[in-house]
């Protein structure tokens, strides 16, 4: 699959973003799809995922109850709607796709094939 996310800027703490990650390509190539971060000077990590047909969602911790990711099938579209912004949001973010799923294996990179572009998201303080 081939992904490409949108929706990035700049926001103040306390705001909200929505990005978007539009897919295209053979639709099994979907099955779990996720966001990754990585901000300056440190690893990628995992930030949300959701299984494409069950619907079962998963995030980190550090992001729980502020950010929200879902699927729109017609429009083959993943979101991450992200609220209550932290200046530590800030970083790069990745959509990841995976057309395997396996329980407990999302929060890692090795778990997806297909990597987007990266949107940044950067939060002023």
């Known amino acids: 699959v081939q992904l490409q996310a949108s929706g990035g800027g700049l926001v103040q703490a306390g705001g909200s973003l929505r990005l978007s990650c539009a897919v295209s390509?053979?639709?099994?190539?979907?099955?779990?799809m996720g966001w990754f971060r990585q901000a300056p000077g440190k690893e990628r990590e995992f930030v949300a995922a959701?299984?494409?047909?069950?619907?079962?969602?998963y995030y980190a911790d550090s992001v729980k109850g502020r950010f929200t990711i879902s699927r729109d099938s017609a429009k083959n579209t993943v979101y991450l709607q992200m609220n209550s912004l932290k200046p530590e949001d800030t970083a790069v973010y990745y959509c990841?796709?995976?057309?395997?799923?396996?329980?407990?294996?999302?929060?890692?990179?090795?778990?997806?094939?297909?990597w987007g572009q990266g949107t940044l998201v950067t939060v002023s303080s």
């Open positions: 959701i299984r494409w047909t069950a619907g079962n969602t």
């Open positions: 990841v796709a995976d057309s395997t799923y396996s329980p407990g294996r999302y929060s890692y990179p090795r778990d997806y094939h297909s």
């Open positions: 390509g053979r639709s099994f190539g979907r099955v779990l």
